[in-house]
């Protein structure tokens, strides 16, 4: 069964770095997502993306946070400059246009990033 | 303010019982609710989707009913077995933000024993 998949699994980067997370979304999939968990916490929505556009994002996706789908497969999220509390299971996923809204989400196994 | 709840404790159960997960929700007014599966160190996996006109849902060993008028969604597991533990996630989407901007409880971890 096709899956997303993400990589790196584990991130460590140091307050002030950037990081690049990437995904490939599942091959015929339109609309493409993050969300992150921090430790112990909910899945939070961060931003949407659709026609090579962000359609909608979270308040948590301020200014240093950027989406890109450089290639037609990989879509990235980049943090310009990391902070503490970005320590968080970052998680891409993405889903088929329905009929009805509503498809179900396919998420990858995440990557868990580690700012000291 | 809006809120999605979960049992945060634990729900142990016997192999071979029904387990049953609440969720209650306050403030939304959800297009449709979905629940998700998930393991440690894993990502979500999708299970189930109810919509806000449908009152119930059945896949296998798993139904998902939906009142919006007690804003509240139960998940039942028939039959249960070790390999149900997990954490299992509700998420809702409200009406008219766009597709899936999914709002998720907290979850509640099911322990099946043997």
């Known amino acids: 069964e096709p899956e997303v998949t993400q990589t790196p699994s584990h991130q460590v980067t140091q307050m002030g770095q950037e990081v690049i997370l990437r995904c490939v979304p599942i091959?015929?999939?339109?609309?493409f997502y993050w969300y992150r968990q921090i430790l112990g916490q909910k899945v939070e929505f961060l931003v949407s993306?659709?026609?090579?556009?962000?359609?909608?994002k979270s308040e948590i996706f301020d200014d240093q946070f950027s989406v890109e789908r450089p290639d037609g497969s990989n879509f990235t999220l980049k943090i310009r400059s990391t902070k503490l509390e970005d320590s968080a299971m970052y998680f891409c996923?993405?889903?088929?246009?329905?009929?009805?809204?509503?498809?179900?989400?396919?998420f990858g196994n995440g990557t868990r990033l580690t700012v000291t | 303010s809006q809120k999605i709840e979960q049992n945060s404790e634990a729900l142990n159960i016997q192999e071979g019982k029904t387990a049953t997960l609440t969720c209650n929700y306050t403030n939304y007014s959800p297009a449709y609710l979905q629940w998700y599966r998930q393991d440690p160190g894993r990502g979500p996996v999708f299970l189930l989707l109810?919509?806000?006109?449908?009152k119930e849902k059945r896949k296998e060993r798993l139904k998902v009913t939906f009142d919006t008028t007690l804003k509240q969604s139960l998940f039942h597991i028939t039959a249960s077995q070790p390999a149900d533990s997990a954490t299992y996630l509700c998420a809702l989407a409200r009406r008219g933000t766009g597709f899936q901007k999914l709002v998720f409880g907290t979850g509640t971890r099911l322990l099946v024993s043997p």
């Open positions: 091959s015929n999939h339109l609309y």
């Open positions: 109810i919509r806000e006109n449908e």
């Open positions: 996923a993405s889903s088929l246009p329905g009929r009805q809204r509503g498809s179900p989400l396919h």
């Open positions: 993306f659709y026609n090579n556009e962000i359609s909608e």
